[in-house]
C-alpha cells in the first residue's frame, strides 16, 4: 500500500542539508577533536579518513538508496524488501540504539546550553588558560541540578520540533544555521593559527606517528565515522525516504560527508592550535572543548559576543542532530504501530529522558557506577558507537550485497543518478566491489577484535 500523501523534501539542497544537519553536530565539534586527541591526532585523522572513504560512503549510499526506494522507517523497510523476519530486528536495533544515542547526546547538548547561559554571564571572562576553563568546567560536572536541568531542557526543545513537524524546521533552519556555524568556525580557525606556537598543533593534527596506530585506533576511526556520518542506526534510511526519485544518491551523499569532514577538520584545527598554544594536554577527554574554547574567546575583541555566539550554534547543531534520531523512533511508531505523531514524540521524549538521567549522573552522582569498567555515560557511548552503529551498517551492507541483491540495488540506484554513472562509471563499479566486499570484510574484522576487547574489559572487571 504506497502512501500518497507522504512528504519529500522541498528540493535536492533541502536534503543535503537536512542530511548535513542530522550529520553535522556534536560529533564533528565536540567527539572528534577529543578522541583525536587521545588517539596520536594525526594517525587517528589519517585512519578516519579511510574509514570514512572505504566504508562511510558505500554505506550512506545503501542507506539513502533503501530509505528511497522504500519510502518507510527502518523496520518497514526491511519489511518491505524480504519476508525474512530477521532483519526487521535489525531495523528494530535501530531504534534502540536511537535512544541510547540520544541519552548521552542530550547530556553533552545540555552543557552546550548551559555554557550560552556561563558565557552571558560573563563566567569566562577572567579564564588566562585552560586550566582554569578546566577547573571550572569541572566544578559545574560536580553539580547535578545544573547537569540535570540544561539536559531537559534540550530535550525538551528537540521534543519541540519534532512534535510540531520537521520538515520546514529542519529544512529552513538548516539553512540559516550551518553556514552561520560554518563561519564561526572558520573565525576561531584562524584565531587558533594565528596563536603562537600553534604550529605544535598542527605538526599533531597533521603528521601522523605510525607507531600511535593500534587496533584501537581503527575500532574507534570507524566507529566514529558511523556517528558523525549518522550511519548503522536508520536516520539516513528515514530521511532518504522522504528523497525524490529525480536526484542523484552518489552526487547527493558525497556532498555530504563533504561538508561533514571539514567541519571536522576545521574543529580539529581550531582545537589543537589553540591546546597547544597554551602548552595543554591534547587528550583530556569529553571536557575538551569545554576547556579550551572560553579561553580562545576571552583572547579577542567581542569575546563574549562571539562566545555566546558560538554555543548558540553548538547548540542548535546538536537540536538538527538528535531531531533526526527521535524522527527515526517516531516513523517507527507512527508507521507500523499507528501511534499519532504527538503521542509518539512524547513516549520518545520520556523514555530518552529515563536513559538520559544517569548519563546525566556519571560525573557527579553516579561517578562511582560502573558498568564493563567504565561510567554510563562511556559505557553507552562505546555501545552505541563502537558496537551497534558498526554491526548495523555491516548488516546493511549483507543485506544490499546477499539479501536484496547487487541487481536490485543497482537498478533503483540508477533511478536520477543517469548523468552522474555516465560522467563517473568507474564509480558503480567501485560501490558495488565495496558495499558487497571490503566494506563487509573491513567492518567484521573490526567487530571482532571489539568483542576481543570487550572480553578483556569484562575479565579485568571480574577478577
Ligand atoms: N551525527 C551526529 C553528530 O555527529 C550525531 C547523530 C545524529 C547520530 N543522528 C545520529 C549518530 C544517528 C549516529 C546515528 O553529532
Known amino acids: 500500500m504506497e502512501n500518497p500523501k507522504r512528504e519529500q523534501w522541498s528540493s535536492k539542497m533541502g536534503f543535503i542539508l537536512a542530511a548535513a544537519g542530522s550529520a553535522i553536530g ?135 520540533f519534532v512534535y510540531f513537524g520537521v520538515q520546514k524546521g529542519i529544512e529552513k533552519g538548516s539553512k540559516i544555521m550551518m553556514p552561520l556555524l560554518f563561519i564561526l568556525l572558520i573565525i576561531l580557525m584562524i584565531r587558533g593559527i594565528t596563536l603562537e606556537g600553534a604550529n605544535e598543533g598542527l605538526k599533531f593534527f597533521f603528521h601522523p606517528e605510525w607507531s600511535k596506530i593500534t587496533s584501537q585506533t581503527i575500532l574507534l576511526a570507524l566507529g566514529h565515522a558511523f556517528f558523525t556520518l549518522s550511519l548503522g542506526m536508520g536516520v539516513i534510511m528515514t530521511y532518504g525516504s522522504y528523497m525524490s526519485n529525480n536526484d542523484s544518491i552518489p552526487g547527493t551523499s558525497l556532498s555530504i560527508i563533504i561538508l561533514d569532514t571539514v567541519i571536522s577538520v576545521v574543529a580539529g584545527v581550531m582545537i589543537f592550535t589553540t591546546v597547544f598554544a597554551f602548552g595543554q594536554d591534547p587528550a583530556q577527554g569529553p571536557g575538551l572543548i569545554f576547556h579550551v574554547i572560553p579561553v580562545v574567546f576571552n583572547q579577542m575583541p567581542g569575546g563574549i559576543f562571539f562566545a555566546i555566539l558560538f554555543f548558540i550554534l553548538l547548540a542548535l547543531a546538536a537540536l538538527t542532530s538528535s531531531i533526526s534520531l527521535i524522527e527515526v523512533v517516531v516513523a ?47 559505557t553507552l557511548d562505546f555501545l552505541a558507537s563502537n558496537i551497534l552503529l558498526p554491526l548495523g551498517g555491516f548488516l546493511l551492507a549483507i543485506f544490499v550485497g546477499y539479501v536484496w541483491g547487487l541487481d536490485k540495488a543497482v537498478e533503483n540506484l540508477k533511478i536520477g543518478s543517469e548523468k552522474f554513472f555516465e560522467k563517473y562509471p568507474v564509480s558503480l563499479f567501485l560501490w558495488k566491489i565495496f558495499i558487497k566486499y571490503l566494506a563487509p570484510l573491513l567492518m567484521f574484522l573490526v567487530l571482532l577484535d571489539t568483542v576481543g576487547i570487550l572480553k578483556v574489559v569484562k575479565n579485568l572487571f571480574v577478577e
Open 26 to 160: 556534536l560529533g564533528n565539534i565536540w567527539k572528534f577533536p577529543y578522541i583525536a586527541g587521545e588517539n596520536g591526532g594525526a594517525a587517528f585523522l589519517f585512519i578516519y579518513l579511510i574509514c570514512i572513504l572505504s566504508i562511510g560512503l558505500p554505506v550512506l549510499i545503501a542507506e539513502v538508496l533503501i530509505g528511497r526506494t522504500t519510502q518507510r522507517n527502518p523496520v518497514g523497510a526491511f519489511k518491505k524488501l524480504t519476508n525474512n523476519k530477521f532483519w526487521s530486528y535489525v531495523g528494530k536495533m535501530g531504534i534502540i540504539t536511537a535512544f541510547i544515542i540520544l541519552s548521552f547526546y542530550s547530556v553533552v547538548a545540555g552543557w552546550a546550553i548551559g555554557y550560552i547561559v556561563e558565557s552571558a554571564k560573563g563566567a569566562f571572562q577572567n579564564f588566562q588558560e585552560p586550566a582554569q576553563a578546566g577547573e571550572y568546567f569541572n566544578s559545574l560536572l560536580l553539580q547535578p541540578e545544573w547537569n540535570l536541568f540544561y539536559l531537559l531542557v534540550f530535550i525538551l526543545m528537540s521534543m519541540f
Open 332 to 378: 517507527y511508531f507512527v508507521d507500523e504501530k499507528k501511534w499519532k505523531r504527538q503521542k509518539a514524540v512524547i513516549f520518545t521524549g520520556v523514555v530518552g529522558t529515563l536513559l538520559a538521567i544517569p548519563c546525566s549522573l556519571s560525573y557527579n552522582l553516579m561517578s562511582e557506577v560502573k558498568l564493563f569498567d567504565s561510567n554510563f555515560f562511556d
